[in-house]
């Protein structure tokens, strides 16, 4: 078995900066995987038996008269192995990739007119070609493309098909290699590698005898370039018993050597290099630098006899290539006949603002050729993508109906065009029940692992926060906590507008290093700007073990030192107007790994910090008179406490309603109370140990304490 590499650089123009070296770093690794495998004695008889059947299949077919007309279909089926990055590429960026192979296999390539006049007429239409199959393993109907969250950084190729047959959202088994050519498209290859396969093999595990490539690699736009766009091709040729020109090994340059084919010269091969009509080898005769199994950076075609070589590769039962062309398989992996099984569509916002124009994108299957898009307003569009602005808050529904050109199928979708929040805004996360959704803020957990949620197992003002346990996450993990929009229009410019919070933090190690952003956007949360951050030591000096959150006793006391105020004043005019959006992000250390965060108090109001909560006086909303008063505006003490406790309420001179009930809600004392000096004291005694919730309701406005009776 031999494993073929490509550098990063292979196909960079004008690499200058890409040395030999790094190219041979690659080539190392691959000795090592090689050496490996063929360690194993059966591995390596299976190996060149193989071998020995496909030379003699491609000299005998040599001696065929070359036939044209009979073009090759094969199944091909793209694996996207990601973490949630750029990694996971776009549907559009693999269709483009398929659409190269079919450009390159077709010689329907536009630089095919700037072939040496040489090889001109020994370009080959190699008469393959390659189909999206549309039917997983098990006939499920599907898009061609498989995606798998993936669960380690390995770049061992076969952990990365363990995990992508194990946990990729299609159809979880084996994707045989004698019906499907898959690829599988990765983040890291290890020691440098774009991308590599294995000639056609028996006795390999099926799945295995596929393509691995970077997603750097794979199409011409996206996370991919032009230059690097035809990695695909050279490796689609290794699958198809292509060597490099210059003979089975990794080595440009080294020494001139032959690769079987008839008409490809004997050559060094070239690495990046592209000399026009280079006679390196035999005096005399023009090497084909412009092959796509060279190094070079100007490969634009194969020739007749690699075609022939490919075309006997296929008719092989080596490695099952001549079952993926028959009838019966283009039947069977939906290949021939591509169902219309999906109708779909995203938006480019998940929260949409008013007058925002949003971009609706089709991700129907298979082969759609028509869209009818109904839009709230009682227009409509027929293209693929089209966009919408919602002028007014309120739910809307969107309809979208796809046709392959004989089956149709339609779906409708409803969206909540989210009204401005004004200020001043309080967040105390108390209405909300526990859990990831959080009234007016938006959690979002890319790996799915630990997110933001509502807790009531510590809180700094009232009974709850928003917290993230991050405490044994050892991923590399990135966790937001977006708000719904605020209009600050009608702010009086002349004034500030602060936005506070608190929030706890422990560091599990000394050397922990996780960040903590505050970002702004003013246009809906398309655009983000980094207004603040705090990370290391900066976010918590102290070190914690274990699994920590702030402690109970000092739950609600204004001095509490386990809790942090933040004020950020550099919201300036920019984001004075609606659509103004705040997002909390918090970057976990992988290394090192993390502990937890608690979130409590964030406001938003006009005027300088104020290390007390600003807000609306809950009784007097209509005529939006800001009251400034503390988180504690009464104060209890002793906390805790053993018997008696005080209850100070300096904002009211009213009668006072105390009620006070366990943490599950039951109550346990209701009482009166009144006083000239706004002090009441208040018997516990008979209730037992444990945390109690004190609410106070004067008229009616309510406030909420903690209180640990001891
Ligand atoms: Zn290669």
């Known amino acids: 078995m031999r494993i073929f590499l490509l550098s990063l650089g292979t196909f960079l123009i004008f690499g200058s900066s890409i040395v030999a070296q790094e190219f041979h770093k690659g080539f190392c690794g691959a000795t090592e995987q090689l050496n490996k495998r063929l360690l194993d004695p059966v591995f390596k008889q299976e190996f060149e038996a193989s071998q020995e059947l496909l030379n003699q299949a491609a000299n005998e077919y040599k001696k065929e008269p070359m ?307 109904t839009f709230p307003d009682g227009t409509s569009s027929t293209i693929k993508s089209p966009t919408y602005t919602f002028s007014e808050p309120g739910t809307f529904t969107i309809s979208l109906k796809v046709s392959n050109g004989t089956q149709t199928l339609s779906i409708s979708k409803v969206f909540t065009i989210q009204k401005n929040l004004t200020l001043p805004y309080y967040e105390g996360f108390e209405k909300n029940i526990n859990g990831p959704l959080i009234s007016n803020w938006t959690v979002v957990n890319p790996e799915k692992n630990a997110s933001f949620e509502v807790t009531s197992q510590a809180a700094r003002s009232g009974v709850k926060s928003a917290t993230l346990q991050n405490f044994g996450q050892n991923v590399k993990s990135v966790d937001e906590l977006v708000s719904a929009p605020f209009d600050l229009t009608e702010i009086n410019k002349d004034k500030l507008i602060t936005l506070s919070f608190r929030y706890a933090y422990r560091k599990l190690k000394s050397t922990t290093r996780e960040y903590l952003y505050v970002y702004l956007s003013n246009d809906c949360g398309v655009n983000w700007s980094s207004k603040l951050y705090l990370d290391g030591s900066r976010l918590s000096t102290i070190a914690e073990a274990a699994s920590w959150k702030p402690s109970g006793a000092l739950l609600g006391i204004e001095s509490d030192p386990e809790w942090k105020t933040i004020h950020l004043k550099t919201i300036d005019a920019k984001y004075w107007q609606p659509g103004t959006r705040i997002k909390f992000m918090f970057k976990n250390d992988a290394v090192n790994g993390g502990n937890n965060l608690y979130l409590d108090d964030i406001n938003l109001y006009a005027g300088s910090p104020s290390d007390s909560i600003v807000k609306l006086e809950e009784k007097d909303t209509t005529t939006a008179s800001v009251l400034r008063h503390s988180f504690s505006t009464f104060k209890l003490f002793p906390n805790p406490v053993k018997d008696i406790v005080t209850i100070k309420n300096p904002n009211s001179n009213q009668p006072v309603e105390v009620e006070i009930a366990d943490l599950v809600g039951k109550i346990h004392l209701v009482k009166e109370l009144t006083s000239t000096n706004n002090e009441f004291n208040l018997s516990l005694e008979k209730l037992e140990k444990g945390t109690y919730i004190v609410v106070l309701k004067t008229g009616d406005v309510k406030e909420i304490q903690k209180i640990i009776k001891e």
């Open 67 to 373: 036939k044209r007309g009979v073009v090759y279909k094969i199944p091909i089926v793209f694996h996207v192995l990601h973490k949630g990055g750029i990694e996971n590429i776009s549907n559009e960026q693999i269709v483009d990739a398929v659409r190269i192979l079919n450009r390159d296999f077709r010689k329907l390539n536009a630089d095919t007119l700037g072939i040496h006049p040489a090889f001109k007429s020994l370009a080959a239409d190699a008469e393959i070609e390659f189909v999206l199959a549309t039917k997983a393993p098990n006939g499920k109907c599907f898009s061609g493309i498989t995606r798998t969250l993936a669960n380690s950084d390995t770049t061992d190729g076969f952990e990365q098909v363990k995990m992508i047959r194990n946990g990729n959202d299609v159809f979880r088994g084996e994707w045989s290699a004698n019906k499907y050519l898959n690829v599988f498209i990765c983040n890291d290859l290890g020691d440098g590698k774009a991308g590599y396969t294995y000639y056609p093999m028996n006795h390999i595990e099926m799945i295995y005898g596929g393509i691995w490539i970077l997603h750097r690699f794979v199409g011409s736009f996206g996370t991919s370039s032009v230059t690097n766009s035809r990695a695909m091709t050279h490796e689609v040729g290794h699958w198809l018993n292509l060597s490099h020109v210059w003979g089975s090994t990794n080595e440009p340059g080294v020494s001139c050597g032959d690769d079987n084919v008839n008409d490809t010269p004997i050559t060094k091969g070239w690495l990046y290099n592209c000399p026009v009509g280079p006679t390196n080898c035999t005096s005399g005769v023009v090497e084909n630098v412009e092959n796509y199994m060279e190094y070079s950076y100007c490969s634009k075609m194969f020739t007749l006899g690699q075609k022939a070589r490919m075309i006997a590769a296929l008719k092989s039962s080596v490695g099952g290539r001549n079952n993926l062309w028959t009838t019966t398989n283009l039947n069977n992996t939906g290949a021939a006949n591509p169902q219309l099984c999906l109708v779909d569509f995203t938006s480019s916002s998940s929260v949409i603002c008013q007058n925002e124009t949003v971009t609706f994108n089709d991700v129907s299957y298979n082969n759609v050729t028509s869209w009818l898009w």
